[in-house]
C-alpha cells in the first residue's frame, strides 16, 4: 500500500511538473517538492534534492525538442546561463541575512499571475522582430537579466523558470517558444548544480520516489514539448496559460495543507 501511495503520488506530481517544463520551462520543485512534503511527509531539502533531479533530464529533453524545431537561443542561453550561476550563489548568501519566512510563496503566485498574463495578453512577438536586436545589445541584455534572474532566485530560493519566461518575454521581447526554450536550455544546468550539491550535503535520496519522479516528469515534459513546438502562437499561450493558472491554485492549495 505504501508503494502504491507513493507512485499515485509521484505520477501527479511528474504530470504537473513534466507540463509545467515542457510548455512553459517552469521548475519542476515548484510541483514536486510539495507533493513530497505534503502527501509522503518526505524532508523539505530531500523533496527539493528529488525535485531539482527530475528538473534536469525533463528540461533538457524539452531543450532538445525546441532546439530541433529551431526554437532555442544558445548563445545568449549561455551568457545568461553563466550570470544566473554566479548570481544565485549571491542572492542566497544575501537570503541567508535576512529573516525568510515570506520567501516561499512568491515564485508559486508569480507562476499563477504569468498565467492570467498569457491568457489575457498573450505574447505574440515574431521570431523576425526578434532579429531586429543586435547582437552585441542582446549580449548585454542577457548578462544584465541574468544577474537580477540569477539574484532573485538566489534570494527566495526557487521560481528561476518563471523569472526566466517572464524577462525573455517582456523585457527581451522574446517570442514565447523561443523563450521557453532557452529557459528550460538554462535550467538543465542551473538544476543540475542544484540537485548535486543537495545530495552532497543531504545524503541519497529514497530511489524508488526519485526514479519515478524523473520518469514522470521526463515523459510528461516530453509530451507537452512535442505539442507546444507543434500549436499556434494563440494556442499556445492559451494552453501554458491555464497550465500556469491550475499549477499556481494547486500549488498554493499543497502549501496551505503542509
Not at 111 to 133: C, D, H, N, S
Request: with cysteine.
Amino acid at each position: 500500500m505504501t508503494y502504491l501511495i507513493k507512485f499515485i503520488v509521484c505520477f501527479a506530481a511528474g504530470i504537473g511538473a513534466g507540463l509545467g517544463t515542457g510548455f512553459a520551462g517552469m521548475s519542476a520543485a515548484a510541483v514536486i517538492s510539495p507533493m513530497l512534503i505534503t502527501f509522503l511527509h518526505m524532508d523539505p531539502y530531500m523533496a527539493v534534492g528529488i525535485a531539482l533531479s527530475s528538473d534536469v533530464l525533463a528540461s533538457a529533453v524539452s531543450a532538445y525538442t525546441y532546439h530541433k524545431n529551431k526554437n532555442l537561443d544558445i548563445k545568449n542561453g549561455l551568457i545568461m546561463m553563466v550570470s544566473v550561476l554566479l548570481f544565485t550563489v549571491v542572492g542566497s548568501w544575501v537570503a541567508s541575512r535576512v529573516p525568510s519566512a515570506t520567501m516561499g510563496g512568491f515564485s508559486v503566485f508569480m507562476t499563477f499571475l504569468l498565467g492570467v498574463k498569457f491568457i489575457v495578453r498573450p505574447v505574440m512577438t515574431t521570431k523576425e522582430a526578434m532579429q531586429g536586436v543586435s547582437a552585441k545589445k542582446r549580449a548585454i541584455q542577457s548578462i544584465v537579466c541574468g544577474v537580477l534572474i540569477g539574484f532573485i532566485c538566489g534570494f527566495i530560493g526557487a521560481g528561476g523558470g518563471m523569472m526566466m519566461l517572464l524577462i525573455l518575454t517582456s523585457v527581451l521581447g522574446y517570442e514565447l517558444k523561443t523563450a521557453v526554450g532557452t529557459s528550460v536550455f538554462i535550467m538543465t544546468f542551473t538544476a543540475l548544480t542544484g540537485a548535486v550539491s543537495h545530495f552532497m550535503i543531504g545524503g541519497a535520496p529514497n530511489w524508488f520516489v526519485w526514479a519515478l519522479c524523473v520518469v514522470f516528469t521526463l515523459l510528461w515534459a516530453r509530451i507537452a514539448a512535442v505539442f507546444a513546438n507543434k500549436a499556434d502562437p494563440k494556442t499556445l499561450n492559451r494552453a501554458t496559460g491555464i497550465v500556469l493558472v491550475v499549477l499556481g491554485v494547486v500549488i498554493m492549495g499543497f502549501n496551505l495543507l503542509s
